[in-house]
DNA sequence: AACTATTTGTTCGTATGTATG
DNA sequence: GCATACATACGAACAAATAGT
């Protein structure tokens, strides 16, 4: 007896999704393409709106698209970030799947690690933007979200210097978790982010020394840690409060 | 002039979204716990069952819930895994964002971390679980997918001895990544996978050393990388294959 | 085995909001 | 100001799945 797979096993909304993400990921449409409208993407699909309309849902919570409204609007493919990831992490987070001292365990011991390879790539326009982003720290603070972005540039740089979009990635994403969990207790900056704090990692690396880079490193994600882990107490007391 | 924020600024599922993620975050809604019917909903809210179904279609896609059809069905709160962090990562692969040598990089660095540390959780369970799955990597080959299952059941262990979330997270997520490319290329498994491959590694942990145990993972992850990335290039030819 | 109730899945028609030219 | 081309949103209806009677 042969076996048959069920005519219909996916909603609409589902196939539609898996032939847009096809056509993006084989490059039919690319970043910034605008795929057809509702109503074209209906008619030649044979469905109705509403069901392309939850197809787009997806794929916008996925990443793959950005929508407009308006006569020059409609869905746009958007290059693929990070974002999604960082997301997904933000949201084990907040459902207290992963915890502050867990990932301050993990930055600890894979950030060196960047720093070291960061080491081992430096050019002069990469140690120009180190420079530049550490004497950007000491500029007057306008605003919170403003300053996280000023204070954590270096890791970013860091980053992509290393030469892996993996530990790029991760390095964004868990930046982007701190500044949600930083802005949203909203400490002192002086604090939390004292100007200059970079500085021995910034002058390892241009050293060009790996060893020496992952030391201040460590140095510094230890030191940073021990804040963050104080914020998070101020963050769950703070989420208690709202909820009481 | 004091600035007023748009009365309305996002979409009505938007809107829906973060209500009742909110509520499942709070723990109103818990794992297992169904949200009230489409219907219900669109009363509750005052919004039609298409919008109501947009914001469902995000949260599934988010991982928050799972819907079923049916008398009985409905949308069913989910305890939020690594899942969908795992199809972040996916797709930032399949859109050539991250390559497999940089995974493999990223794997051969903390996954001997990942045994350092499961070295130093050793209890009497985790040892007869490491022993079990190390005899099922012999069992005979049902189908690849579990057979890949079984495979990679060790380093499933080890990632929850560690005692980090985050870190299991990360070794699930590329686990599950491994899995689908292992499974698009169908290589032979007595290649891809020897039985008893992680047998010095389970022995390493076992004996509570957490340098030996680094050492010996960290051999693996060298020798399976290599594999894996004669694996990608397979797959790499035979999509190009399947464009043309 | 047939019927019924409940719930998601899907469609269509229509109306409104928004940005461009 | 107005027409146009979009997305956004609503309401009513029917189809399909799934359980209980």
Known sequence: MPKFKPV???RI???IVEQLKQSILLGEFKA???????????EQFHVSRAAVREALRS???SGFITTRQGA???AFVTDLTFQNLSNAFLDLFLANK????E???????????????AAKNVTPEYAERLKQALEAESDPIKSLSEDVDKKTAVHFILAEMSGNHFYESLVKSLMGLTKKIVEEVNPDPHVMHPAGMHRPIVEAVLSGDPEKAAKAMEEHAIEFGKNLIKIEKAY?????FQMS
């Open 103 to 117: 990932i301050y365990q993990v930055r600890v011991f894979f950030e060196p690690e960047v720093a070291r390879l």
């Open 59 to 61: 794929l916008e919570i």
């Open 8 to 10: 219909k096993q996916y």
């Open 32 to 42: 910034g393409d605008k795929l057809p409208s509702e109503r074209e993407l209906s």
């Open 72 to 74: 020059t609007g409609g």
């Open 236 to 240: 769950r007391e703070k989420k208690s």
């Open 98 to 101: 992963i915890s502050i001292p």
């Open 13 to 15: 909304s589902e196939e």
